[in-house]
C-alpha cells in the first residue's frame, strides 16, 4: 500500500507563499495530484504531473500563481504556492494514481492513495 505524508500547511497572509510537499513511501505511481477542499464546499483537483515525464496540469484558478515540481530520487512532489489569496484556503491533499492515461487528471476518482491533509489558510 502506497503511503503519502503532506507537509508545510500554516497560516500566511494574502500575497504570501507556502510550499507543500509530498512524499510517498514507494514510487509505484505514475503521477501524483493535489486537491483541495474549503469549508462547505467539494474537494476540487488543483495540479497533477507526472512521474516519469514531468508533464503538468493545473487547475485554471491556480495557473500562473502555483507550481507543481517533483523530485523522483527522494519520492516526493512540491506544490509552490504563490500570490495566495484567501480563496486558496483549505485542506490540501495528495494523491497518488498508477492509471496511465486519463482525459482530465484533476478529478478524485482516479487516484487510489490519498495522504492525510494539510491545512492552509490565507488570512490577514
Known amino acids: 500500500q502506497l503511503q503519502l505524508v503532506e507537509s508545510g500547511g500554516g497560516l500566511v497572509q494574502p500575497g504570501g507563499s507556502l510550499r507543500l510537499s509530498c512524499a510517498a513511501s514507494?514510487?509505484?505511481?505514475?503521477?501524483i495530484g493535489w486537491f483541495r477542499q474549503a469549508p462547505g464546499k467539494d474537494r476540487e483537483g488543483v495540479s497533477c504531473i507526472r512521474r516519469a515525464s514531468g508533464i503538468t496540469t493545473y487547475a485554471d484558478s491556480v495557473k500562473g500563481r502555483f507550481a507543481i515540481s517533483r523530485d523522483n530520487a527522494k519520492n516526493t512532489v512540491y506544490l509552490q504556492m504563490n500570490s495566495l489569496k484567501p480563496e486558496d484556503t483549505g485542506v490540501y491533499y495528495c494523491a497518488a494514481t498508477i492509471l496511465s492515461s486519463s482525459r482530465n487528471w484533476l478529478i478524485e476518482g482516479l487516484y487510489s492513495s490519498w495522504g492525510q491533509g494539510t491545512q492552509v489558510t490565507v488570512s490577514s
Open positions: 514507494r514510487s509505484n505511481y505514475y503521477a
